[in-house]
């Protein structure tokens, strides 16, 4: 297990960071077991410090939480709070996903030339992000994935249906289901 902390424009002292490898590393062994590797990324925003946690659970699933306080140490704790709440919900879920680490159909991200279909000046330009794979999963599934995640959205393919599937956060905080098979 590697955790990788890191500031942006700010040195990490030793003490920091001595903390923050000690408390993540004490909860993922808790709660998670093995993981891949972690990312802690701290950086000042105004008059706070807000706190990036990424871990990488199995190579389809990544955690993340986000903190913010006054204090270094308060917006680690508050980052690391939230992904064990996140963790402990999902606990079972995740030792049994683990073990089966399926590899579905590759989605990607591209840059779309929105100019040639609207030229208005309000039309947002859609920017490559990253390559995701989408994996079979259950619909209970897929919604820890957005939860564990932190995700807006999580693009799946129904393993009930093999349909192309998604889940998202409606703004109510409800999960909304997106499930094309379903015919009204």
């Known amino acids: 297990m590697s955790i990788h902390v890191a500031g942006h424009q700010m040195d990490v002292g030793a003490s920091l960071n001595t903390f923050i490898q000690t408390e993540l590393k004490n909860l993922l ?60 919900k999902y606990r079972s879920r995740l030792r049994d996903r683990k073990r089966q680490d399926a590899v579905g159909i590759e989605a990607s991200y591209f840059v779309v030339n929105h100019e040639a279909e609207d030229s208005g000046t309000d039309t947002p330009v859609v920017i490559a992000e990253m390559t995701h794979d989408i994996h079979d999963l259950t619909v209970s599934e897929a919604v820890m994935k957005l939860d564990l995640a932190d995700s807006p959205v999580v693009v799946f393919k129904n393993a009930a249906n093999s349909q192309l599937n998604v889940v998202y956060r409606r703004r109510d905080g409800n999960v909304g289901w997106i499930d094309p098979s379903k015919h009204v």
Do not use: M, Q
């Open 29 to 88: 062994e808790k709660y998670v077991g093995d993981t891949h590797e972690s990312h802690v990324h701290l950086s000042k925003d105004h008059h706070e410090f807000v706190t990036d946690l990424a871990v990488h659970v199995s190579k389809n699933l990544v955690l993340h939480s986000k903190g913010r306080d006054s204090d270094a140490y308060k917006s680690f704790s508050d980052a690391l709070t939230k992904l064990e709440t996140r963790v402990k």
